[in-house]
């Protein structure tokens, strides 16, 4: 088995969710700490062995006041912020750490309550990750998160002759997904109609087109081979990680149609020993539906350009689907509560563990799946974290 850059091989031994969707009583320190005990228990090993800390998002000086909040003084820490894809990364850190013998077990954890703030007004909705900087050429002329992907999908579009109908299919699959899911949000099923019909946000995308906003929390447990045998649950092991960071001004985005997934994921996989072809279930950051796709074709799954064709045909269904993807139903349908990368991580491990209950994907000839790919995207596709996990 590869292991990451150092000797000892690595697990994820316990993952865990807080309360999600809309949870109106909560802090979010609370839903850290919630996410935390339970992914403890999960993995049966006591708080005392955690030495590392990884947490993002919340708190002056985060993660060492996540940390406090939680009693954990670790002697290893990290608090890389690089949006959706911070988990991924975070993961490929506690991995290479514990590998090396700096850590012998890290705690990811996230929590927050952004649906429930602006319920509450206590915050509004971002227009712009704000205007100083280099960003301060792009915010004057509307250039929004979404706006920017909305740009990103339209040049996909005129690239490859992309239609609006493959983009909503992702989108359709997604709400299939979760309706197996009954902590997800969004059950009800939808049409491709429905998605084309919606209310336009930014051209070419509808609602429905776009993540949803709800609370939540998750954490995530890596710990050293020797500690395995003490766990409650079977390991899930790292077999390969990748990072990458591209731009943060379009002005400096080489091609619209490329994520840097195309970079992470391909390290992620030489890593591992594996390839594309050889992965049984996907979890892909979906904060839109072009996000989906455009990284289905940079891990290698389809040919670029292909990608609304790959898609179209019904693959990324948990019912019948040959590759599939975001079994909770993502962040189109499931749940969605900020920077999401932690929950593809919950989401990878469960299935690999046969615990996903009617979500549950097997392979052709039935069994449980192997191999996981979990991939998670930041900014307006300004960095990418992929990690491969294995059973």
Same mark, same amino acid.
């Given at each position: 088995?590869?292991?990451? @850059?150092?000797?000892?091989?690595?697990?994820? #031994?316990?993952?865990?969710?807080?309360?999600?969707?809309?949870?109106?009583?909560?802090?979010?320190?609370?839903? +850290?700490?919630?996410?935390?005990? =339970?992914?403890?228990?999960?993995?049966?090993?006591?708080?005392?062995?955690?030495?590392?800390?990884?947490?993002?998002?919340?708190? /002056?000086?985060?993660?060492?006041?996540?940390?406090?909040?939680?009693?954990?003084?670790?002697?290893?820490?990290?608090?890389?912020?690089?949006?959706?894809?911070?988990?991924?990364?975070?993961?490929? +850190?506690?991995?290479?750490?514990?590998?090396?013998?700096?850590?012998?077990?890290?705690?990811? #954890?996230?929590?927050?309550?952004?649906?429930?703030?602006?319920?509450?007004?206590?915050?509004?909705?971002?227009?712009?990750?704000?205007? =100083?900087?280099?960003?301060?050429?792009?915010?004057?002329?509307?250039?929004?998160?979404?706006?920017?992907?909305?740009?990103?999908?339209?040049?996909?579009?005129?690239?490859?002759? /992309?239609?609006?109908?493959?983009?909503?299919? #992702?989108?359709?699959?997604?709400?299939?997904?979760?309706?197996?899911?009954?902590?997800?949000?969004?059950?009800?099923?939808?049409?491709?109609?429905?998605?084309?019909?919606?209310?336009?946000?930014?051209?070419?995308?509808?609602?429905?087109?776009?993540?949803?906003?709800? %609370?939540?929390?998750?954490?995530?447990?890596?710990?050293?081979?020797?500690?395995?045998?003490?766990?409650?649950?079977?390991?899930?092991?790292?077999?390969?990680?990748?990072?990458?960071?591209?731009?943060?001004?379009?002005? !400096?985005?080489?091609?619209?149609?490329?994520?840097?997934?195309?970079? @992470?994921?391909?390290?992620?996989? !030489?890593?591992?020993?594996?390839?594309?072809?050889?992965?049984?279930?996907?979890?892909?950051?979906?904060?839109?539906?072009?996000?989906?796709?455009?990284?289905?074709? %940079?891990?290698?799954?389809?040919?670029?350009? !292909?990608?609304?064709?790959?898609?179209?045909?019904?693959?990324?269904?948990? !019912?019948?689907?040959?590759?599939?993807?975001?079994?909770?139903?993502?962040?189109?349908?499931?749940?969605?509560?900020?920077? =999401?990368?932690?929950?593809?991580?919950?989401?990878?491990?469960?299935?690999?563990?046969?615990?996903?209950?009617?979500?549950?994907?097997?392979?052709? %000839? %039935?069994?449980?799946?192997?191999?996981?790919?979990?991939?998670?995207?930041?900014?307006?596709?300004?960095?990418?974290?992929?990690?491969?996990?294995?059973?």
């Amino acid at each position: 088995m590869t292991t990451p @850059s150092g000797n000892r091989k690595v697990a994820v #031994v316990g993952v865990a969710l807080s309360d999600c969707g809309r949870v109106d009583g909560a802090t979010p320190y609370a839903l +850290h700490a919630q996410a935390a005990r =339970r992914a403890l228990a999960d993995s049966g090993l006591d708080r005392s062995v955690i030495d590392g800390f990884a947490s993002a998002g919340l708190g /002056t000086l985060a993660p060492v006041e996540v940390a406090e909040y939680l009693g954990l003084r670790p002697t290893w820490v990290d608090s890389t912020s690089v949006g959706g894809s911070t988990w991924e990364v975070m993961a490929a +850190h506690a991995a290479d750490a514990i590998a090396a013998g700096h850590a012998n077990a890290v705690l990811l #954890v996230y929590g927050s309550t952004a649906r429930a703030d602006i319920r509450a007004g206590r915050r509004t909705g971002n227009l712009s990750f704000g205007a =100083r900087g280099p960003l301060q050429f792009e915010v004057p002329y509307g250039h929004t998160l979404i706006a920017k992907y909305a740009m990103a999908a339209r040049r996909h579009m005129h690239e490859y002759g /992309t239609t609006l109908e493959q983009l909503a299919s #992702v989108a359709v699959q997604a709400r299939q997904n979760a309706a197996l899911n009954p902590d997800a949000m969004f059950r009800d099923p939808i049409t491709v109609d429905d998605v084309l019909s919606g209310p336009m946000i930014a051209d070419p995308f509808t609602k429905l087109h776009c993540c949803l906003r709800s %609370d939540g929390g998750a954490a995530v447990l890596l710990v050293a081979e020797e500690y395995v045998r003490d766990c409650r649950t079977a390991p899930v092991w790292v077999l390969g990680t990748g990072e990458h960071v591209s731009h943060t001004t379009m002005s !400096e985005w080489p091609d619209f149609t490329v994520s840097p997934a195309a970079v @992470s994921g391909r390290i992620a996989f !030489e890593r591992a020993g594996v390839r594309p072809g050889d992965i049984d279930v996907a979890q892909i950051y979906d904060a839109f539906t072009y996000m989906t796709l455009v990284t289905l074709e %940079d891990l290698g799954f389809c040919a670029k350009g !292909e990608g609304g064709a790959f898609v179209e045909k019904g693959r990324l269904r948990v !019912e019948g689907g040959e590759l599939p993807v975001n079994t909770d139903g993502g962040g189109l349908s499931g749940q969605h509560p900020g920077m =999401r990368g932690l929950f593809l991580l919950v989401e990878a491990v469960r299935q690999l563990r046969g615990e996903a209950g009617p979500r549950q994907t097997h392979r052709p %000839d %039935d069994t449980l799946p192997e191999l996981g790919v979990v991939s998670g995207t930041g900014g307006w596709f300004c960095s990418a974290g992929t990690v491969v996990l294995g059973r």
